[in-house]
């Protein structure tokens, strides 16, 4: 097994902000950091937020996790891996009960199948990087 190590990164202003890389290999290994909703560019879905910068609407969730793994599809492709590597994914949620109605379909649709062979650990918290998203999903994947 090589201990190379190779990263790829999207490259959006909070990379470079923040100062990390969206994935890194390192042997059989691939690490995902938390992916959100966007483009590339923007924000996908985001949500909305009052004057205080708290949400006030989680109906947008779905649309959110749906644009997280398919970022984290694009990244795993870079590696020549693909959604059916991933071993563990840890879904971090604004609203758990939001999240949790929403990770079901979506989910599978992500894995291509009704149960996705997948160890998964979904977290509360009280925001994300940016006060619009809803979600964030990290991932490993092994090949």
């Known amino acids: 097994m090589s201990n190379a190590r190779q990263v790829e990164s999207f490259g959006v202003p909070w990379e470079r902000d923040y100062g990390y890389v969206q994935a890194v290999k390192r042997g059989d290994t691939i690490y995902l950091s938390g992916q959100v909703a966007h483009d590339g560019t923007d924000l996908i879905a985001p949500a909305p937020v009052d004057d205080a910068g708290l949400v006030t609407?989680?109906?947008?969730?779905?649309?959110?996790?749906?644009?997280?793994?398919?970022?984290?599809a694009v990244l795993l492709e870079r590696f020549g891996a693909s959604m059916d590597d991933v071993v563990e994914e840890v879904i971090y949620a604004i609203d758990v009960d939001a999240a949790d109605a929403a990770a079901g379909p979506v989910r599978k649709e992500?894995?291509?199948?009704?149960?996705?062979?997948?160890?998964?650990?979904?977290?509360?918290?009280?925001?994300?990087?940016?006060?619009?998203?809803?979600?964030?999903?990290?991932?490993?994947?092994?090949?």
């Open 57 to 72: 609407d989680f109906s947008r969730t779905g649309e959110q996790l749906r644009q997280c793994y398919a970022n984290a």
């Open 110 to 143: 992500a894995y291509g199948r009704p149960d996705p062979q997948v160890a998964s650990t979904m977290i509360g918290t009280p925001r994300l990087a940016f006060r619009e998203l809803l979600v964030e999903v990290s991932f490993v994947a092994r090949v």
